[in-house]
C-alpha cells in the first residue's frame, strides 16, 4: 500500500528545478503522485513501498545535481535552517569574491559608453590595454570558479536532457566567453570577417555576478519567509526536570514520558501537555494562544508545552508528550501548510515545466533570424555580434524562477503570519478558497458564547447581602455536578467566599437540591422545587428572563423565596465587533445551534446576525451547509464541538475553535488557537491579502518575461533601434526574483 511521506532536497535552486525532479520521478514505477515546492524546497511522495526506495529515488536524480533527504520531525527544521544559513555565507563568499569584478567591468564598460556618446574623455590607453589583458582572467575566474554551478547544469544538459535555469545561464556564458576567446587567439585571421574588438568577456563576468548576487538575496528573503516556524520551534523546550524514584532529574525532552510527574520553576518553559498535580501559578500563552494576559493555573487545569510560567513553582502530570503535543501539532500543520500548493499556482507550474525548452528553442531562431536577415542590411560582422548578443541576453533574462517563486513565497508568509496570529491554516488550497467565502455559518455555543455558563446576575428579593445569599448558593451547590452549579460555585471563588459545610443534603431529581446550613434548611432549584414548595413567582417576569437565555435559580427557606439567581451562556466580548467587520468584508451570517428557538433568536439580536437556524441537529446543519453550497455560494463554517464536525467537514473552508474538540479540529481547514471569532475575520482578510500578494507577483513575474525577452531578443530593433546588452539581463533576472521574494515579505507588516 502506498504511504505519504515528505522529503527535504538538496541541489535546487530554482523553479525548473522543482519541474526536473517532478518529470523525472514520475516516470519511475511505483510513484503515484509527487509535488515539489519551490518555496520550501521539498517534496511530498506517494508511492509504493514494495516496489521504490529511498536508495531507487536518488539513483534517479543524483545524477542531475538534486538529491532528497528525509524529513526528522524532530531535528528537521532547525537542521534544515542551519545547512541553509551555511550555504548563505559559501554564496557570499563567492559573491564577495566577483563583485569586486563585476564593478570594475561595469565602470569601463559605462566609461566607454560615456566617451562614445555622452562626450567623456577617453580612457588612457595604457590603462585600457591594462584592463583588455586583464579581462579574460577576470572572466575565466568568474565562469569556472564562480560559474560552476551553471556549467554543471549545461553538462546534465548535454549528457542527460534535463534543462533548468542553470543551463540556460550555463550556455549563454560559455557562447559569450568562448566567442571572445576566438577572437582573442584567432583575431588576426578573424579581423576580415568579424570585429575583433568587440568581446563578451565582461558579459560573462557581470552576468554571473548579478545572478550570483541575485541568488544571494533570494535565499536570504526565503529564510525569512520561514521566520514563523523558527519562532514556534524556539518555543520547544529542550529539557524536563522530571520527578523519578523520588529524585528530581533533567532529561532531554525527547525522554519524557506520558505520566511523568514534571516541576516547574519561575521562569521556566512548559516542555509537554499536561495538567497540574500540585502548585499553581500564573502562565503566559501569549505565544501559542495569542492572549496576552497570563492566565492563573490551579490544580486540575491543563499546561501547554511551549508556554511559560511567570511566577510561582508547581508539578504536573505529562499527558501528551513528543509530536502529540499541541506545540507539535501546530508547527507540523504549519509546515505542511507552508509546502503545500494552491490551485491558483497550476498555472505557473504549466508554464514554467515548458519554459526551458521554449526558451532554449527561441534563442537558436533568434540567432538565425539575425543573420538570416540582418547580414544582408547590417552586413555579417554587425549581425553575428547582435545575434550573439540576443542569444546571450534571452538565455539569461528567460527566468521561470519569479514564476516559481510567485506563489509559494506568498503562501509561506501568509501562513506564518496566520500562525503568529493563532489563525492555524491546513493548506494553501484553503487559504486561497477562504477570500472567495460568501457565507458564514457559525455554531452559537463556544464561538459566538463562551460555552460556560456564567452567574449573570444576582437578585435579592428581600434586601439580603448578595454575597451572603451567594455563600448558600454556592454551598448547596457544591456537591452537584450540573453546569448551572459550576457556574455558582466558580462565581463565589472568584470573590473568595468561603463556602460552609452542608447537612443533610438531598438531591431533588429534576427540581434541585435541599440542605441544612448552620441549623437553617435552605432550597436551591428551578420554578418546579418553589411550586412544590407552595412559592409563587412572576412567570412573565420570569419568561423576559428565559428569553434571554438565561436560566433562573431559585434560594428559598421555609418561609419565602430569598433571591433568584440568572445563570447563561454569555456573549463572547469581541462578538459583536466581529462580526461587523464580517460583515464589512462581504460575508453573510448564519447561526446555526442545537439551543431553543428564543434563546438563538435573542442572541443573534445581540450581535445583528443574519439567519437564524436553532435546534438543529448534527445532520440538519450538515444539510444547511449542502443547502446553501447548492445555491453557488462558498461556505465557511465555524464551530467547535463534535455534532460540528461533519458540517466543518462539508464546508468549503471549515473553522475550528482550538478551544473545542479534536474532531472539531481534525474536521477543520483553519484552527483558531484561542477560539476568538474576531479571528475569522483575521483570517479572511489573510486570505485577501495574500492572494492580492501573489496576483502581484504573478503579474511581475509574467511582465518581466513579456517584456524581457522580445527585448533581449532585439524585436524593437527595427522600430527604435533598441538592444538590450546581455549584462542588463542578467541584472534583470536577478531583480525579477528578488522583487518577487520581497513583495511577499511585504505581506508581513500588513495589519490584519
Not at 577576470?138 to 560552476?148: E, R
Not at 535565499?219 to 519562532?231: E, N, P, Q
Not at 503535543?325 to 504549466?350: C, F, H, W, Y
Not at 483553519?670 to 483575521?682: C, E, P, R
Request: proline share 4%; glycine share 8%; with cysteine.
Amino acid at each position: 500500500m502506498a504511504h505519504p511521506q515528505k522529503f527535504d532536497i538538496s541541489g535546487m535552486h530554482c523553479a525548473s528545478c522543482a519541474n526536473v525532479i517532478e518529470r523525472t520521478l514520475k516516470e519511475t514505477p511505483g510513484i503515484e503522485n509527487i509535488e515539489v515546492n519551490y518555496g520550501t524546497e521539498q517534496a511530498k511522495l506517494l508511492f509504493d513501498p514494495t516496489k521504490i526506495n529511498l536508495e531507487n529515488l536518488n539513483q534517479k536524480i543524483t545524477p542531475l545535481g538534486y538529491s532528497l533527504l528525509p524529513v526528522n520531525k524532530d531535528e528537521a527544521a532547525p537542521q534544515r535552517g542551519q545547512e541553509k544559513i551555511k550555504e548563505l555565507a559559501s554564496l557570499r563568499q563567492r559573491l564577495n569574491s566577483v563583485l569586486p569584478l563585476a564593478v570594475i567591468s561595469i565602470l569601463f564598460m559605462a566609461w566607454e559608453i560615456g566617451a562614445r556618446f555622452f562626450g567623456l574623455p577617453m580612457i588612457n590607453d595604457s590603462v585600457m590595454n591594462l584592463f583588455h589583458h586583464l579581462l579574460p582572467i577576470m572572466a575565466t575566474y568568474t565562469l569556472f570558479i564562480v560559474g560552476q554551478p551553471y556549467l554543471k547544469g549545461l553538462y546534465r544538459f548535454f549528457r542527460y536532457g534535463r534543462a533548468n535555469m542553470d543551463t540556460l545561464i550555463g550556455l549563454g556564458t560559455v557562447v559569450a566567453f568562448t566567442y571572445s576567446f576566438i577572437l582573442g587567439a584567432f583575431a588576426d585571421e578573424l579581423k576580415f570577417f568579424l570585429d575583433v574588438n568587440v568581446s563578451y568577456y565582461d558579459v560573462t563576468i557581470v552576468v554571473i555576478s548579478f545572478i550570483t548576487l541575485g541568488k544571494y538575496l533570494e535565499m536570504r528573503s526565503k529564510l525569512k519567509t520561514g521566520d514563523a516556524i523558527t519562532k514556534l520551534l524556539n518555543l520547544q523546550a529542550k529539557t524536563a526536570l522530571v520527578k523519578r524514584d523520588n529524585k528530581e532529574i533533567e532529561i532531554p525532552i525527547a525522554d519524557v514520558k506520558t505520566g511523568d510527574i514534571i516541576i516547574i520553576k519561575p521562569a521556566g518553559r512548559i516542555p509537554v501537555d499536561g495538567i497540574i498535580i500540585e502548585g499553581s501559578s500564573y502562565i503566559d500563552e501569549a505565544l501559542v494562544t495569542g492572549e496576552p494576559i497570563p492566565k492563573e493555573k490551579e490544580i486540575g487545569d491543563e499546561v501547554i508545552a511551549g508556554t511559560i510560567n511567570t511566577s510561582g513553582s508547581f508539578s504536573f502530570r505529562a499527558t501528551k508528550v513528543g509530536a502529540d503535543t499541541m506545540l507539535a501539532r501546530i508547527i507540523t500543520m504549519v509546515e505542511d501548510a507552508q509546502g503545500s500548493k494552491a490551485p491558483i499556482q497550476a498555472l505557473a507550474d504549466k508554464i514554467s515545466a515548458i519554459f526551458v525548452p521554449i526558451v532554449l528553442g527561441l534563442s537558436v531562431v533568434t540567432f538565425a533570424l539575425w543573420l538570416i536577415i540582418g547580414a544582408p542590411i547590417l552586413g555579417f560582422s554587425l549581425a553575428l555580434s547582435y545575434a550573439l548578443a540576443s542569444l546571450v541576453g534571452i538565455l539569461v533574462i528567460a527566468c521561470p524562477c519569479a514564476l516559481g517563486l510567485a506563489t509559494p513565497t506568498a503562501i509561506i508568509v501568509g501562513v506564518g503570519k496566520g500562525a503568529q496570529n493563532g489563525i492555524l491554516i491546513k493548506d494553501a488550497a484553503t487559504l486561497e478558497k477562504l477570500h472567495k467565502a460568501d457565507v458564514l455559518v457559525a455554531d452559537k455555543t463556544g464561538t459566538i458564547t463562551k460555552g460556560q455558563p456564567e452567574l449573570v446576575e444576582l437578585i435579592s428579593l428581600f434586601n439580603q447581602q448578595k454575597d451572603e445569599l451567594l455563600i448558600i448558593l454556592a454551598a448547596l451547590e457544591n456537591k452537584s455536578e450540573h453546569p448551572i452549579a459550576t457556574a455558582i460555585i466558580k462565581a463565589a471563588k472568584n470573590k473568595k467566599l468561603n463556602i460552609p459545610p452542608v447537612d443533610n443534603f438531598i438531591s431533588i431529581k429534576g427540581q434541585g437540591v435541599k440542605g441544612t446550613i448552620s441549623g437553617q434548611t435552605y432550597q436551591a432549584g428551578n420554578l418546579k422545587l418553589m411550586a412544590s414548595l407552595g412559592f409563587d413567582y412572576n412567570k412573565t417576569s420570569l419568561e423576559k428572563e428565559t428569553k434571554k437565555g438565561r436560566t433562573p435559580v431559585f434560594l428559598a427557606n421555609d418561609k419565602n423565596i430569598l433571591a433568584l439567581a440568572l445563570v447563561a451562556d454569555p456573549i463572547k466580548a469581541e462578538a459583536k465587533e466581529a462580526i461587523e467587520k464580517l460583515h464589512h468584508l462581504g460575508l453573510k451570517l448564519v447561526m446555526l445551534t442545537g439551543d431553543d428557538k428564543n434563546t438563538a433568536e435573542y442572541i443573534a439580536q445581540q450581535v445583528e446576525i443574519d439567519e437564524v437556524i436553532a435546534e438543529a441537529l448534527p445532520q440538519d446543519k450538515l444539510a444547511k451547509i449542502q443547502e446553501l453550497q447548492a445555491q453557488g455560494l462558498t461556505v465557511i463554517m465555524a464551530g467547535d464541538g463534535i455534532n460540528d464536525a461533519p458540517a466543518l467537514a462539508q464546508a468549503d473552508i471549515g473553522i475550528a475553535m482550538a478551544t473545542g474538540t479534536d474532531v472539531a479540529i481534525e474536521s477543520a481547514g483553519i484552527t483558531l488557537l484561542n477560539g476568538d471569532l474576531s479571528k475569522v475575520a483575521q483570517a479572511v482578510n489573510l486570505s485577501k491579502i495574500t492572494m492580492r500578494g501573489i496576483r502581484q507577483n504573478l503579474f511581475w513575474a509574467f511582465i518581466y518575461n513579456i517584456i524581457g525577452i522580445p527585448l533581449a531578443a532585439g524585436a524593437f530593433y527595427p522600430l527604435f533601434g533598441w538592444l538590450l546588452n546581455p549584462a542588463f539581463a542578467g541584472f534583470a533576472m536577478a531583480a525579477s526574483s528578488v522583487s518577487v521574494v520581497a513583495n511577499s515579505l511585504r505581506l508581513k507588516t500588513k495589519k490584519l
